[in-house]
């Protein structure tokens, strides 16, 4: 029978329960369990599609398609395993599944409430996740904070799966946050133990307490917590700040959170945890022997949850090339052509963002133009790899007014036009290219030398797209299509071949790219950009190791 763990939080938002749930499973997972993690999302927006990034951050997307949590990217990143649709559901999800029953008269004419009918509804999707996969165990993370009012028929569900299971098969681990007052001098337990009465007058109580903490907690204060939280001391467990995230789920393991998940859910130990490879990433990324600066370009750049995948895709390709990758977050809307030298200089390598709209559009194409014609690597995601083209298109074809169709409708050059089948959409939610699509690659490719394989699989979530119609025209002036759709032919990767580094990609690798398998295009990446900086700094150092 597979067991629940449910995370909640309560006191403050942004302590990390994505990390916290993500290192738990990892640390089962090592220990040979078979583990997912499902993110339960209060808010009523179906999914995070349509919502703007600064609302939200950054919008995940599953091989099946799926417009998710960022947390989801955390739990691959942390389990290596592919989510899916059912790895996020939101109360909007929920009431639609329930009132589209209604309207189909599946309640017999009954009265159709919050109790039973939405709880039965979460409850069922926290149970289908168990019964279609077989896992030993479901982490379930619970969004927003306890007391929250949309969090209420969450608790309540998770109190009903619990009586309906027995608590030695759900059990509750509550994130929250223990203040330290200086001029006390104190660390403060107090709104933990209202956090957790908050709890108790809806009927549940935390089985195990991770207390987020910038002072060490000592034996007094565990105590404390354990008796006024009516847990076990030893299941008052300390969770510090880190270095890094990836340093929490050898944290987690020191103060034994999954052994005592382990005890509490009365499941018997397999293994010791392997976590060879996960050290090694650790040990990399914490003695790099070498550092580039890449420029990030993009319109969100100072919100950094709007590209987490990209930032974490760096620390692990960082962590594979021994090398310290420094993100510069350069915004878009800042560079033009006057300035674009000064904004870019010192750069190893420039990402220029995906994105939609006409915003700050016309600063990435001049990022792009320096990377070019200053043989920088340049790596370009979605939107990105659009405006590779368009920059192609305006300087190199001598189509002065190339655009995308999505920034100038009546453009005469549209290099990048909408797909067919995207013309007649009016609905906007999750009505995108959403998804893993297959790509083909080119043989005599750059990209084909990185990923060492003709055929990937890659996720997608755009409108817009290559326009076949001017490929010829590309070819010969030397941007190549080396990777597309083998069932389509939609053009998934541009290249130019003359250039050191210049990949665009129609897809998102950022989104693939987990901590023991960093994707192999921010790994070529950086190494392009480290070797970039060691010809621009030490030209002569570089010469004599090659002669
Ligand atoms: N706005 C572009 C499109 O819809 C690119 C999307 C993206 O960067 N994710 O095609």
Known sequence: MTKYIFVTGGVTSSLGKGIIAASVAKLLQARGFNVTIQKLDPYINIDPGTLNPYEHGECYVTDDGAETDLDLGHYERFLGKPTSQANNVTTGRIYQTVINKEREGAYLGKTVQVIPH???????R??????????????????????????????????????????????????????????????????????????????????IIVCRTEEPINGDIKRKIALFCNVTTDAVIEANDAETIYDVPLHMMRENLDLICLDKLKMRLRNEPDLKNWKTFLQKLKNPTSKVTIG????????????????????????????????????????????????????????VAPGFGN????????????????????????????????????????????????????????????????????????????????CELDIDSKSYEIYARKHISERHRHRWEFNNNYLEEFEKAGMKAVGKNP???????????????????????????????????FVGFVKAAIEFGQKIKHPSKLESVNN
């Open 118 to 124: 939405i709880t039965d509804e979460i409850k069922r």
């Open 359 to 438: 915003r700050g559009i016309e600063g990435k194409i001049e990022a792009i133009r320096h990377a070019r014609e200053n043989n920088i690597p340049f790596f370009g995601i979605c939107l990105g790899m659009q405006c590779s083209v368009i920059e192609f298109a305006r300087n190199v074809l001598g189509f002065p007014t190339a655009n995308s169709t999505e920034m100038d409708i009546h453009t005469a050059y549209p290099v990048i036009d909408i797909m067919e089948d995207q013309k007649n959409i009016i609905q906007m939610g999750g009505t995108m290219r959403l998804g893993a699509f297959e």
């Open 487 to 521: 069932k389509t032919s939609l053009v998934e990767i541009v290249e130019i071949p003359s250039h050191p580094f210049f990949i665009g990609a129609q897809f998102h690798p950022e989104l693939k790219s987990t901590v023991e398998n960093p994707h192999p295009l």
């Open 126 to 207: 926290i149970t289908l996740l168990a019964t279609e996969n077989e896992f030993d165990i479901v982490i379930t993370e619970i969004g927003g904070t306890v007391g929250d009012i949309e969090s209420l028929p969450y608790i309540e569900a998770i109190r009903q799966l619990q009586w309906e299971n027995g608590k030695e098969n759900c059990i509750v681990v509550h994130l929250t946050l223990i203040p330290y007052l200086k001029a006390a001098k104190e660390l403060k337990t107090k709104p933990t133990q209202h956090s957790v009465k908050l709890m108790n007058e809806n009927g549940l109580s935390p089985d």
């Open 296 to 351: 990030l370009v993009g319109k969100y750049v100072e919100l950094q949850d709007a590209y987490k995948s990209i930032l974490e895709s760096f620390v692990h390709a960082g962590a594979m090339n021994n090398c310290k990758v420094e993100v510069r977050n350069i915004h878009s809307e800042h560079i033009d052509k006057d300035n674009c030298k000064t904004q870019l200089s010192g750069l190893d390598g420039i990402l």
